[in-house]
């Protein structure tokens, strides 16, 4: 390494606070909105099982097999706090801070201060950093873990990493990918080092071989689950969605294609990364003292590529759903050897870094012209607001009536400790909004009175492109892609009229009154939704 690590508590206490402080108060208009999509759906649900009775298996939603570490976290948290969506969201907040002080670490032991500074700035403005540094996932501690636990490995201090990296597979699963292809660079990394500049931090199979004990803490949890539940990998369609249904190779091909757009030009990245290919043609600078400006070392840049194409792989592989915030562990990475790059060889390198640092902030706030899901920018906060409106106005004006809803909402609308309502509301369940579903609802408007819909799949409202036909049935077949039908087309099948319509930034909600045929034969005829009015 280039400098030697100040590893005290005053280097590292404060710099956290400042970092915490930071997500705070960017992120103060957000800490109490109600949760939002999975952490609704599993997340949340999981840790307040913990809370209420201990147990690490949730029984309030089906068991996805994932670890516990993020849930046992915020079941800390809500019992010596307030089981409130502020304290949630300031408990992931100190795991985001802590994620971008080991990024700060890591620069610092490969790169120089000015390096550290402005990675963590970059990074901590991302829009898929940002946004999903207050969100209840699991993929942050994971990313947290295993920026530490890299940091430890450049700094040749072996024990601390095997403690980082074994932690990161007991907050997600897929942290074990990391120390795994750690293993296996240690293994090959000798057979190919014939170059004059090393390419090895570490030489030797003993000291590979540590890796495995990075297995052992997730296979334990597994073979816990497994006792519990008689499932190693979560239950069988959980199985079925992020692994047997995956493994088509068209499917991996194009996942891995998403994968690669993530982590090199997702979301303004590609200014980055551009800036730093552009860079690479320029020659390296020199400092006052006549001497070139410093790069990263070839072989911490080898252990960066490593991770970052197992993981890619892996998660092309892996996982049904293929979204930006599984990339969190490596992005990191790339924004790193970028400014490295910048500041080796650009005179004015930070004027680079001001306009991505201003690209990044804008694309939280603006939408994108091309699909992209909500979590990653502010959008999911949008998403947060209608349904909170809808939910409010169900609740106060026809708290008896039935209503018809897809998941999410149909949990928002039954589980008050989610922030939406306060009592229940008797719900009628369909798996989405697309033409077949709202048909085969068309056929039973006896069992519900409203209908409330809301964008399961958010499109660009300007987009560069449109679909084509084969593109669509690739989605559909191999993403669950399927298009919400227009709320006054849903009203016309379901032979009912829209009550309440909003939007913001293309996400929208829509409530609709379902006509009632009264039957003059029947003395217990359906309760009518027919005066359903905004």
Known sequence: MKRSQQTGWRLYLPAY???????????APLLRLPYFWDEAGYFIPAARDLLLTGALIPHTTLSNAHPPLVMLWLAFWWKFSAFTPAVT????LMIAAFALLGLWRLARAVADETVAVATVLCTALYPVFFAQSSLAHLDMAAAALTLWGLAMYVERRSFAALAFFSLAPLAKETAVVTPLALLVL???????NRTREPLCLYRGARHALWWLICLVPLLLWFAYHHHRTGFYLGNPQYLHYNLLATLNPLRIALALLIRLWHVFGYLDLFLLTLAALYAMTRAPLREPDGTV???IAIDVQLVFLVVLSANVLAE???GGAVLARYMLPVVPLVVLVCVSTLRRRLQQWIWWI????AAFVVQLFVPTPYRIAPEDTLLYRDYVILHKLAADELAARHPQVRVLTAWPASDELTRPFLGYVKQPLPVVRIETFSAPEIERAAQATEQFDV???????????RPFFSTTPFGKRIQERFFDYHEDVAPQLAADMLGGRVTRSQSRANEWIALIAIEKVENAGSGDSLPSAANLRR
């Not at 240690?186 to 190919?192: A, F, G, M, S």
């Open 186 to 192: 240690e293994l090959v990394c000798p057979l190919l």
């Open 354 to 357: 001001t306009l991505v640092c």
């Open 89 to 92: 969201r300031t408990a992931m």
């Open 17 to 27: 606070a400042i970092l915490f402080t930071f997500l705070f108060i960017a992120h």
């Open 451 to 461: 209908a409330y819909l809301f964008t399961t799949k958010w499109e660009p409202p």
């Open 293 to 295: 400006r410093p790069r």
């Open 316 to 318: 092309s592989v892996l």
